[in-house]
């Protein structure tokens, strides 16, 4: 028996919402973005669970409970997490990360 579970949206959180409208609309790193919020509307957990030991403080101001990463390709990463009600679950996307360098950088690896 597999868990399919009723996706309601995937959205991003009012920062993110600032940070991907400055974006060109040609830029790759906008599309890979999209790319992302298509496949994570199929299935949230296509991504990989972020260790709670690795979050960072402002994440859990958040009040988040889960937190995962999608590979946008190489080096570009995305980070969301899962909400959910009695019946729907939303994808929240909180972070994207151009460089892998700089999601180390964020998460202190």
Do not use: C, Q
């Not at 919402?17 to 919020?37: H, P, S, V, W, Y």
């Not at 991504?47 to 101001?61: F, L, Q, T």
């Not at 019946?87 to 700089?102: C, D, V, W």
């Amino acid at each position: 028996m597999s868990f399919n579970p009723k996706i309601k949206d995937v959205v991003g959180t009012p920062s993110f919402g600032k940070f991907f409208n400055t974006l060109l609309d040609d830029d790759k790193f906008k599309k890979d973005i999209r790319d992302a919020k298509k496949n994570l509307l199929r299935d949230l957990r296509v991504g990989s669970k972020i260790p709670h030991d690795r979050w960072p403080v402002d994440y859990e101001n958040l009040g988040v409970t889960n937190l995962w990463v999608y590979r946008l390709n190489a080096e570009s990463r995305l980070v969301y997490t899962i909400i959910s009600d009695a019946s729907e679950f939303i994808g929240l996307m909180i972070e994207a990360f151009r460089t892998h360098k700089e999601y180390e950088k964020r998460f202190g690896y």
